[in-house]
């Protein structure tokens, strides 16, 4: 899973994903655990390495 939230709030949005079959969600409005590793949400690479996963939601 990948956070990509305000670093201040820690809030903003995660991409989950399997890699089996990049079958993928997007869940807005989530606050990154403590401890997750997140990226900024004005990081334009923010979703690098993130595959081109197929959404289900
Ligand atoms: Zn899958």
Redesign the pocket.
């Given at each position: 899973m990948r956070y990509i939230v305000d670093p201040d709030s820690r809030v903003g949005y995660g991409l989950l994903w399997?890699g089996?079959?990049?079958?993928g969600i997007t869940v807005s409005r989530v606050r990154a655990p403590d401890g997750a590793p997140t990226r900024a949400l004005s990081d334009p690479e923010a979703s690098a390495g993130v595959p081109d996963f197929v959404r289900v939601d």
């Open positions: 399997c089996a079959c990049l079958c």
